[in-house]
């Protein structure tokens, strides 16, 4: 079945340092999407990235999609302690109309 | 705002129990889905529907099954709890196929 595999597992930074995490498929996407879990709560919706190549910035949280479809990245710019939390992608790729999620990143921020 | 509720924030339940969790959209979503999520491994699809009374497997359903009588509302039933099933189970709703999902708190649920 699909497999959806997300790099680094944990990152821990300096507050001010960037951060990314990786997500790769087996197989192609038809979307990704990304969420954001801070400990203690439940995930919550961040973007949708559908187009081969997109680009898509929130203040500082860049998103890309690969231009095969298969890849997607999650950059955050100079992290701030409330940037803290486990960062999921989310991906359909099968033609099952059911998204699969990587394993996360979970990002620590020392201030 | 969309608002998921689920029924409970912490269970206990002996090994053998039935166990329901419940879970409640208001903002009349087609999509629900249930997930379990466990350290290391991220979120698991154990059940969704696309519509009331539809329902289909994710990827790990042994040892569960759902019900959709309303299109607010989503059960999920463990028919014999088991230890192995001691997780957080998330509960999601999402306007169509492949839109974003809106996600409740979660019920953390032990089988002793």
């Known amino acids: 079945g699909q497999q959806v595999m997300q790099i680094p597992q944990y990152q821990h930074v300096q507050e001010g340092e960037d951060f990314t995490t990786y997500c790769n498929s087996s197989?192609?996407?038809?979307?990704i999407q990304w969420y954001k879990q801070r400990p203690g709560g439940h995930p919550v919706f961040l973007i949708q990235?559908?187009?081969?190549?997109e680009v898509k910035k929130q203040k500082r949280l860049t998103f890309q999609f690969g231009e095969a479809k298969k890849n997607s990245s999650l950059h955050i710019t100079a992290t701030q302690t409330t940037d803290v939390g486990t960062y999921f992608c989310a991906g359909e790729g099968g033609s099952n109309y059911k998204l699969t999620f990587g394993k996360g990143t979970l990002l620590t921020v020392n201030p | 705002d969309v608002k998921v509720t689920q029924s409970s924030r912490y269970l206990v339940k002996r090994t053998g129990e039935k166990v329901f969790l419940e879970c409640v959209q208001d903002m009349d979503h087609e999509n629900m889905f249930w997930y379990r999520q466990d350290p290391g491994l991220g979120l698991r699809l154990i059940y969704f529907?696309?519509?009331?009374?539809?329902?289909e497997k994710g990827d790990i359903p042994e040892g569960y099954s759902v019900s959709r009588e309303k299109k607010e509302r989503f059960s999920l039933i463990l028919e014999s709890a088991s230890t192995s099933q001691t997780s957080m189970y998330l509960c999601?709703?999402?306007?169509?196929?492949?839109?974003?999902?809106?996600f409740g708190p979660g019920t953390r649920l032990t089988v002793t």
């Open positions: 529907s696309y519509d009331v009374k539809m329902k």
């Open positions: 990235l559908v187009k081969s190549g």
């Open positions: 197989t192609t996407l038809s979307n």
């Open positions: 999601a709703s999402s306007p169509r196929v492949l839109y974003e999902q809106y």
